[in-house]
Protein backbone atom coordinates (compact mmCIF):
# COMPACT_ATOMS: atom_id res chain seq x y z
CA UNK A 1 0.00 0.00 0.00
CA UNK A 2 1.41 2.88 -1.46
CA UNK A 3 1.48 5.74 2.26
CA UNK A 4 2.65 9.09 1.62
CA UNK A 5 3.54 10.93 5.11
CA UNK A 6 1.04 14.02 5.31
CA UNK A 7 2.95 17.04 6.95
CA UNK A 8 2.34 17.07 10.94
CA UNK A 9 -0.38 19.43 11.59
CA UNK A 10 -2.89 19.32 14.40
CA UNK A 11 -6.75 19.45 12.99
CA UNK A 12 -9.85 20.42 15.19
CA UNK A 13 -13.36 18.87 14.71
CA UNK A 14 -14.75 21.65 14.31
CA UNK A 15 -12.51 22.19 11.20
CA UNK A 16 -14.10 19.91 9.43
CA UNK A 17 -17.96 20.47 9.47
CA UNK A 18 -19.72 20.33 6.33
CA UNK A 19 -23.45 21.74 6.91
CA UNK A 20 -25.52 20.83 3.81
CA UNK A 21 -29.11 22.16 3.01
CA UNK A 22 -31.98 19.82 0.30
CA UNK A 23 -35.24 20.59 -0.47
CA UNK A 24 -37.24 17.78 -0.57
CA UNK A 25 -39.02 17.26 -4.18
CA UNK A 26 -41.03 14.96 -6.18
CA UNK A 27 -38.27 13.60 -7.65
CA UNK A 28 -36.50 12.14 -4.29
CA UNK A 29 -39.56 10.65 -2.45
CA UNK A 30 -41.79 7.92 -3.37
CA UNK A 31 -44.99 7.18 -3.80
CA UNK A 32 -46.51 8.16 -0.46
CA UNK A 33 -44.05 11.49 -0.86
CA UNK A 34 -42.33 10.02 1.75
CA UNK A 35 -38.55 10.62 0.87
CA UNK A 36 -36.22 7.86 -0.31
CA UNK A 37 -33.84 5.70 1.40
CA UNK A 38 -31.36 5.90 -1.34
CA UNK A 39 -31.44 9.78 -1.86
CA UNK A 40 -30.98 10.44 1.78
CA UNK A 41 -28.38 7.97 1.95
CA UNK A 42 -26.70 9.70 -1.49
CA UNK A 43 -26.87 13.43 0.87
CA UNK A 44 -25.38 11.30 3.59
CA UNK A 45 -22.60 10.13 1.72
CA UNK A 46 -21.80 13.44 0.05
CA UNK A 47 -21.84 15.39 3.32
CA UNK A 48 -19.51 12.98 4.54
CA UNK A 49 -17.12 13.07 2.19
CA UNK A 50 -16.82 16.26 1.82
CA UNK A 51 -16.31 16.78 6.14
CA UNK A 52 -13.56 14.39 5.22
CA UNK A 53 -12.12 16.07 2.27
CA UNK A 54 -12.14 19.62 4.57
CA UNK A 55 -9.92 17.59 6.68
CA UNK A 56 -7.77 15.41 5.03
CA UNK A 57 -7.37 18.22 2.08
CA UNK A 58 -7.88 15.06 0.00
CA UNK A 59 -10.11 13.43 -2.35
CA UNK A 60 -11.63 10.95 -0.18
CA UNK A 61 -13.36 7.91 -0.68
CA UNK A 62 -15.98 5.62 0.98
CA UNK A 63 -14.76 2.58 2.47
CA UNK A 64 -17.61 1.55 4.69
CA UNK A 65 -21.05 2.91 6.01
CA UNK A 66 -22.36 1.70 9.37
CA UNK A 67 -26.31 0.35 9.75
CA UNK A 68 -28.87 3.45 8.81
CA UNK A 69 -32.24 3.28 10.62
CA UNK A 70 -35.10 5.08 9.17
CA UNK A 71 -37.44 5.93 11.99
CA UNK A 72 -39.39 8.63 11.19
CA UNK A 73 -40.60 9.75 7.25
CA UNK A 74 -39.55 12.75 5.68
CA UNK A 75 -42.22 14.39 3.45
CA UNK A 76 -42.33 16.22 0.27
CA UNK A 77 -41.25 20.00 0.80
CA UNK A 78 -39.30 19.16 3.76
CA UNK A 79 -36.04 20.86 4.38
CA UNK A 80 -33.29 18.47 5.37
CA UNK A 81 -30.32 19.59 6.66
CA UNK A 82 -27.41 17.61 7.42
CA UNK A 83 -24.39 17.92 9.27
CA UNK A 84 -21.48 16.17 9.36
CA UNK A 85 -17.88 16.40 11.07
CA UNK A 86 -14.86 13.93 11.18
CA UNK A 87 -15.27 11.75 14.79
CA UNK A 88 -11.70 10.63 14.62
CA UNK A 89 -8.87 10.51 12.05
CA UNK A 90 -6.68 7.21 12.44
CA UNK A 91 -3.92 6.41 9.56
CA UNK A 92 -5.25 6.61 6.27
CA UNK A 93 -8.79 6.50 7.38
CA UNK A 94 -11.38 8.67 9.24
CA UNK A 95 -14.93 8.54 11.05
CA UNK A 96 -17.45 11.08 10.21
CA UNK A 97 -20.16 10.85 12.04
CA UNK A 98 -23.23 12.40 10.12
CA UNK A 99 -26.65 14.11 12.11
CA UNK A 100 -29.67 14.46 9.71
CA UNK A 101 -32.66 17.07 10.46
CA UNK A 102 -35.77 17.42 8.81
CA UNK A 103 -37.90 20.72 9.20
CA UNK A 104 -40.92 21.79 7.77
CA UNK A 105 -41.23 25.50 7.98
CA UNK A 106 -45.11 25.70 7.55
CA UNK A 107 -45.94 23.04 10.44
CA UNK A 108 -43.39 24.91 12.37
CA UNK A 109 -42.08 21.18 13.06
CA UNK A 110 -38.06 20.25 13.24
CA UNK A 111 -36.85 17.11 14.04
CA UNK A 112 -33.51 14.74 14.26
CA UNK A 113 -34.28 12.16 11.82
CA UNK A 114 -31.21 9.71 11.19
CA UNK A 115 -27.48 9.70 12.62
CA UNK A 116 -24.91 7.63 10.48
CA UNK A 117 -21.44 6.94 10.85
CA UNK A 118 -19.20 6.46 7.85
CA UNK A 119 -15.41 5.38 7.07
CA UNK A 120 -13.65 7.14 4.87
CA UNK A 121 -10.38 6.50 3.37
CA UNK A 122 -7.67 9.53 1.78
CA UNK A 123 -6.34 8.51 -1.59
CA UNK A 124 -3.68 10.12 -4.28
CA UNK A 125 -4.09 10.16 -7.46
CA UNK A 126 -3.49 6.25 -8.15
CA UNK A 127 -6.67 5.67 -6.19
CA UNK A 128 -3.72 4.48 -3.07
CA UNK A 129 -4.92 5.13 0.37
CA UNK A 130 -2.58 8.38 2.07
CA UNK A 131 -1.91 9.34 6.05
CA UNK A 132 -4.03 12.06 6.96
CA UNK A 133 -3.68 14.11 9.81
CA UNK A 134 -4.44 13.47 13.21
CA UNK A 135 -7.86 15.39 14.70
CA UNK A 136 -7.81 17.31 18.32
CA UNK A 137 -11.64 16.67 20.18
CA UNK A 138 -12.28 19.30 21.72
CA UNK A 139 -15.76 19.77 23.52
CA UNK A 140 -17.19 16.93 25.70
CA UNK A 141 -19.44 15.68 22.58
CA UNK A 142 -16.09 15.41 21.09
CA UNK A 143 -13.86 13.57 23.03
CA UNK A 144 -16.76 11.32 23.52
CA UNK A 145 -16.71 10.38 20.12
CA UNK A 146 -13.63 10.45 19.28
CA UNK A 147 -13.15 7.67 22.14
CA UNK A 148 -16.11 6.06 21.37
CA UNK A 149 -14.67 5.42 17.28
CA UNK A 150 -12.35 3.38 18.61
CA UNK A 151 -14.24 0.77 19.24
CA UNK A 152 -16.47 1.01 16.44
CA UNK A 153 -13.54 0.75 14.15
CA UNK A 154 -12.48 -2.17 15.99
CA UNK A 155 -15.72 -3.87 15.65
CA UNK A 156 -15.65 -2.84 12.02
CA UNK A 157 -12.75 -3.69 10.66
CA UNK A 158 -13.12 -7.01 12.59
CA UNK A 159 -16.70 -7.67 10.52
CA UNK A 160 -14.22 -6.97 7.05
CA UNK A 161 -12.13 -9.93 8.10
CA UNK A 162 -15.07 -12.32 8.10
CA UNK A 163 -16.35 -11.28 5.09
C1 LIG B 1 -11.06 1.92 0.62
C2 LIG B 1 -9.78 1.54 -0.13
C3 LIG B 1 -9.08 2.81 -0.61
C4 LIG B 1 -8.88 0.81 0.90
O1 LIG B 1 -7.70 0.45 0.21
P1 LIG B 1 -6.83 -0.84 0.61
O2 LIG B 1 -5.72 -0.92 -0.34
O3 LIG B 1 -7.73 -1.98 0.83
O4 LIG B 1 -6.13 -0.35 1.92
P2 LIG B 1 -6.01 -0.94 3.37
O5 LIG B 1 -6.55 -2.31 3.55
O6 LIG B 1 -4.59 -0.72 3.73
O7 LIG B 1 -6.94 0.06 4.21
C5 LIG B 1 -6.69 1.44 4.23
C6 LIG B 1 -7.52 2.02 5.34
O8 LIG B 1 -8.88 1.79 5.08
C7 LIG B 1 -9.49 1.17 6.19
N1 LIG B 1 -10.54 0.30 5.69
C8 LIG B 1 -10.46 -0.49 4.62
N2 LIG B 1 -11.64 -1.14 4.46
C9 LIG B 1 -12.44 -0.72 5.45
C10 LIG B 1 -13.78 -1.02 5.82
N3 LIG B 1 -14.53 -1.87 5.14
N4 LIG B 1 -14.30 -0.39 6.89
C11 LIG B 1 -13.57 0.49 7.60
N5 LIG B 1 -12.29 0.82 7.29
C12 LIG B 1 -11.75 0.21 6.24
C13 LIG B 1 -8.35 0.40 6.86
O9 LIG B 1 -8.65 0.12 8.20
C14 LIG B 1 -7.22 1.38 6.69
O10 LIG B 1 -7.36 2.38 7.66
P3 LIG B 1 -6.07 3.02 8.42
O11 LIG B 1 -5.03 3.30 7.36
O12 LIG B 1 -6.58 4.27 9.03
O13 LIG B 1 -5.62 2.01 9.41
C15 LIG B 1 -10.04 0.56 -1.33
O14 LIG B 1 -10.59 -0.64 -0.84
C16 LIG B 1 -10.98 1.19 -2.34
O15 LIG B 1 -10.56 1.96 -3.18
N6 LIG B 1 -12.28 0.83 -2.27
C17 LIG B 1 -13.26 1.39 -3.17
C18 LIG B 1 -13.71 2.76 -2.66
C19 LIG B 1 -14.94 3.20 -3.40
O16 LIG B 1 -15.02 3.12 -4.60
N7 LIG B 1 -15.93 3.69 -2.63
C20 LIG B 1 -17.21 3.95 -3.15
C21 LIG B 1 -17.95 2.68 -3.08
S1 LIG B 1 -19.57 2.78 -3.67
Not at 15 to 36: A, C, F, K, R, Y
Not at 79 to 87: D, F, G, I, P, W
Not at 126 to 135: E, L, R
Request: hydrophobic share 40%.
Amino acid sequence: MAKQQAKTKIRTVQDSIITMTELVLPQHTNQLGNLLGGQLMHWIDICAALAAAKHSRRVCVTASVDNIDFHLPIKLGDVVTLKASVNRAFNTSMEVGVKVFAENFSKHKDFHTNSAYLTFVSVGENGKPIKTFKITPETDDEKRRYKDALERRRVRLLSRKKT
